[in-house]
């Protein structure tokens, strides 16, 4: 079975200071990706990010990095400078590759962070 | 301009009166699904469509029912809706073979109210 855990439900950090949200996972299958959405209070989903199980280097996407640690089964986000726009709940996702459920993502609870100035 | 789109936004429903919320996408994503989000519960999957006419539960299917009669449509349909399906959803859709980096692309979400 495959599992997305998120143990923050609330995260705070001072505007221009770097944070990061952590999310593991657990899964057999060898093949998977995994994924981080952004939900601002309008509530969109938007994604963020995308790591996948066999890439060498870290994802990253302008201000946003995923700290993959395979061997850890971690995948945490990194938010470098942080504005107070990125106030949000933040999703972390997977999808395993296997043909009956490949499309499949499976969620985590998510992090509340907030932004202060 | 790629998209997902679900309506209505926001519902508000007395029990047990029979709703359809639709969903369209024009991406020609095989892969659709459904999806409900409740505080400190993140989203958890209805139901979800890996092509036309192929349809498979989720893991809160109890109570909604889907149809994928075409690859662009995926309704949501509440028979006989109950106050405990009052929560936020979203239509999502995807490419699915061979594409394990693509992203789900979400609709705005629709906040349903059942009294």
């Known amino acids: 079975a495959q599992k997305i855990t998120q143990t923050q439900p609330g995260m705070f950090v001072q505007e221009k200071e770097a944070v990061t949200l952590d999310c593991t996972y657990d899964?057999?299958?060898?093949?998977?990706?995994l994924f981080w959405y952004k939900q601002p209070s309008s509530g969109e989903m938007i994604f963020l990010i995308y790591q996948g199980s066999y890439d060498q280097q870290n994802a990253t996407e302008g201000r946003y990095s995923l700290n993959f640690q395979k061997a850890r089964k971690s995948a945490n986000l990194v938010i470098s400078a942080s504005q107070l726009g990125d106030s949000a709940m933040y999703f972390c996702?997977?999808?395993?590759?296997?043909?009956?459920?490949?499309?499949?993502?499976?969620f985590g609870r998510g992090t509340q962070l907030t932004v202060w100035p | 301009e790629a998209q997902v789109t679900q309506n209505p936004r926001y519902l508000i429903t007395v029990t047990g009166k029979k709703l359809t919320v639709t969903c369209s996408q024009n991406?020609?994503?095989?892969?659709m699904s459904w999806y409900r989000q409740d505080p400190g519960l993140g989203l958890r999957q209805i139901y979800y469509?890996?092509?036309?006419?192929?349809?498979d539960k989720g893991d809160v299917p109890e109570g909604y029912k889907v149809s994928r009669k075409e690859k662009r449509n995926f309704p949501l349909i509440l028979e006989s809706p109950s106050p405990n399906q009052t929560s936020l959803y979203f239509c999502a859709s995807s490419f699915r073979t061979g594409r394990l980096n693509s992203p789900l692309h979400f609709g705005n979400g629709t906040r349903l109210t059942v009294t």
């Open positions: 996702a997977m999808r395993v590759d296997r043909g009956s459920t490949l499309g499949r993502l499976y």
């Open positions: 469509s890996m092509n036309v006419e192929v349809t």
């Open positions: 991406m020609n994503h095989e892969y």
């Open positions: 899964t057999s299958d060898p093949s998977y990706g």
